[in-house]
């Protein structure tokens, strides 16, 4: 399975995970290691925007030149390493912003389990589209590999 992220240079290869680690997301609490990658380039766009958009002045500093990188993720080709959770089993919360703690919880619960490499999530930015939460800790995390695809810039039209 081949999954997609945008990222700075500096974090494009980290297999330690250490933005998620150190921040937090929706899906696992500061001090678990994730890696959130999304299921297509554009959900990976949308996703960035909105996260980056969230930073404030960062904005115009992150968009203008080649200060990211699309990254291909490829999982290895096991269904069983896949998993999927059904938005009814999801909390009932699951796309407030900010993002509150029991999907934190819910997500540290499924990391912790490591019964699977990936957990597809519903976007909170469009939840008919598919995010995945990657577990590090999973054995199989190993045999994922990422690369650099190419420098990713915002087309300069979505600032109006």
């Given at each position: 399975?081949?999954?997609?992220?945008?990222?700075?240079?500096?974090?494009?290869?980290?297999?330690?995970?250490?933005?998620?680690?150190?921040?937090?997301?929706?899906?696992?609490?500061?001090?678990?290691?994730?890696?959130?990658?999304?299921?297509?380039?554009?959900?990976?766009?949308?996703?960035?925007?909105?996260?980056?958009?969230?930073?404030?002045?960062?904005?115009?500093?992150?968009?203008?030149?080649?200060?990211l990188?699309?990254?291909?993720?490829?999982?290895?080709?096991?269904?069983?390493?896949?998993?999927?959770?059904?938005?009814?089993?999801?909390?009932?919360n699951?796309?407030?912003?900010?993002?509150?703690?029991?999907?934190?919880?819910?997500?540290?619960?499924?990391?912790?389990?490591?019964?699977?490499?990936?957990?597809?999530?519903?976007?909170?930015?469009?939840?008919?589209?598919?995010?995945?939460l990657?577990?590090?800790?999973?054995?199989?995390?190993?045999?994922?590999?990422?690369?650099?695809?190419?420098?990713?810039?915002?087309?300069?039209?979505?600032?109006?």
């Amino acid at each position: 399975m081949r999954l997609w992220r945008i990222t700075s240079h500096q974090w494009a290869l980290d297999r330690q995970c250490e933005g998620a680690r150190q921040f937090g997301g929706r899906w696992n609490p500061p001090g678990t290691a994730a890696l959130y990658a999304a299921t297509t380039v554009e959900l990976c766009a949308l996703e960035k925007f909105v996260h980056v958009g969230a930073i404030g002045g960062a904005v115009q500093g992150i968009f203008q030149g080649p200060r990211l990188v699309l990254v291909a993720i490829d999982l290895p080709d096991d269904p069983e390493l896949i998993h999927s959770a059904e938005t009814a089993k999801l909390p009932s919360n699951w796309a407030a912003l900010p993002a509150p703690a029991n999907t934190q919880n819910f997500g540290q619960q499924w990391l912790d389990a490591s019964s699977g490499l990936a957990l597809l999530l519903p976007s909170a930015v469009v939840p008919e589209s598919h995010i995945a939460l990657i577990n590090p800790r999973h054995f199989a995390f190993q045999h994922i590999t990422m690369h650099i695809v190419r420098p990713f810039m915002f087309d300069r039209r979505m600032f109006g």
